[in-house]
Each structure stands twice: as C-alpha cells, then as structure tokens.
C-alpha cells in the first residue's frame, strides 16, 4: 500500500509542478486544453495507483492475519478520530472565541489576560482528543 500511495503522491505532485510551470510561462490554456490535461493526469494517477495496487493485492496475507490487522486497524481509526474531530472542535471555538476576543480587546485592554485563558481553554480540546488517542494507542 506505501508503493501505491507514493506514486500516486508523485503524480500529483508531477500535476502541481505541470501546473505551475505553466502558469510562470503565462500560457494561456483554452477550455478544451485543460479539459485534456484534467483528464491525461486523472488517467496518470490512477495508473499509479493501479500499479502500486496490484502487489498488494498479489501479496495479500491469509484471512486470520487479516482479521487480526482490522482489529487493530479500528483502534487507529479510533486514535485518528477522536485527534482530528478534537481538533477540528479547538479551531471552531478558538475561531469563535478568537474573533469575540479581538473585538473585546479593541473596545477595552485591560481585558487581554481574560480572553486567553478564554482561547486556552479552547485549545485544551485539541489536548484532550490528543490524550485519548495517545491511550487508545497504548492499548493496541
């Protein structure tokens, strides 16, 4: 699987480069043109992804390994999870809480010291998903 997903970083990194060349040269590119180079790099990452895909499924490992990996497997979706949603739960209340404080701050600063224990207790969720995840790890 690391194969597979190497090569289809390369293509798109190959895509990004393509992309950029283009632009310093300032071409301009009609619709008809990007409409070939959408769908030459789609049809070039998935190739990628195709030939990296296929010694793994060649090589693949017997049923009880397999049922033994997807345990563990859902742990590590688990520690993702809750390290992800915490800390997309962080920057939602720290944006909140930092746009209220900036606008706090600018009408009276003598509250500046309020408004980051505020942004800090924001900021412990993030804290919080990144200790559960590190113990459901722990588990596995």
Known sequence: MRVSLILVTLGILATVFSGVIIM?????????????AIITNVLAVAGLFLVGLVPDIAFADSAANTAANSASGLGYLA????????????GIGVGQAGSAAIGAISE??????????????AEGVAIYGLVISIMIIQRL
């Open 79 to 90: 520690a993702a999870l809750s390290t992800g949603l915490a800390a997309i739960g962080a």
């Open 108 to 121: 009276d600063s003598s509250i500046l010291g309020k408004t980051l224990i505020i942004l800090g207790l």
């Open 24 to 36: 310093k040269k300032g071409k301009k590119v009609s619709k008809s043109g990007m409409r070939k």
